[in-house]
């Protein structure tokens, strides 16, 4: 066999997918620029997500750079297994109405939806705790951005960051690899994760 794993999408999930990576290869094969670029992820991490959440089983789970949804399709089709949600945050308009259009058409439309916006500025983020999340934003910012979502993580929540090999993401990496709330470790798959288990801090004294 050439398959290098084995997820059990629907049809439409697996067509909604194909054709977002068909795009993707396109805009790599024409060398168009970064910035031109959707730069959406790879099969082989889709398919790693998807393990992460139906073997983590997360309860929410928060997406921080959805761009035109490949990841988020992977994400949704793996927490609709285990009734679970997606909560996709993308700040180009246009992507997160494609976004929201696939997950429909894909029948997800009840387990995940992109917001067009910051994450830092959704006070949906704020009043809740996620147990998962999808890091794969501005590689510059990736600090920043777990900094900001770090008081609203859940005990042993899971963080993913995407392109930790491919990009200078030292800054993060330091930061995780250097305090004490978090277990961290480099999977070299595709362009890199980040595999992150965020250790809540317990009171003084406590066991």
């Known amino acids: 066999m050439d398959e290098q794993f084995s997820i059990p999408l629907t049809g439409k999930e ?4 194909d054709r977002l990576q068909a795009e993707d290869q396109r ?3 024409e060398g168009l620029s970064v910035e031109e670029r959707t730069r959406n992820i790879s099969e082989t991490t889709g398919a790693y997500l998807w393990q992460m959440v139906v073997s983590h089983r997360p ?10 949804g490949l990841s988020t ?3 949704a089709s793996a927490a609709h297994r285990i009734g679970a949600t997606v909560l996709g945050t993308e700040i180009v308009a246009k992507r ?17 939806r992109v ?17 998962f999340v999808f890091l794969d934003a501005e590689k510059d910012d990736y600090l920043g951005h777990l900094q900001a979502i770090e008081p ?11 392109n930790v090999t491919s990009h200078d993401c030292h800054e993060l990496q330091e930061y995780l690899r250097t ?3 978090y277990s961290t470790c480099t999977v070299t798959l595709d362009r890199g994760i980040e595999y992150s288990i965020y250790l809540a801090p317990t009171t003084h004294g406590a066991p």
């Open 14 to 17: 697996r067509e909604i997918i």
């Open 27 to 29: 805009q790599r094969d």
């Open 59 to 68: 309860k929410s789970i928060l997406e921080i750079g959805s761009s035109t």
């Open 73 to 75: 399709m992977w994400l």
């Open 96 to 112: 997160a109405e494609a976004n929201n259009a696939q997950l429909q058409e894909a029948g997800l439309g009840e387990t995940a």
């Open 115 to 131: 917001a067009n916006a910051d994450h830092r500025s959704l006070e949906e983020v704020r009043s809740q705790r996620w147990d």
């Open 152 to 162: 609203h993580l859940a005990p042993g929540a899971v963080i993913l960051t995407d």
């Open 179 to 181: 305090s004490p709330h």
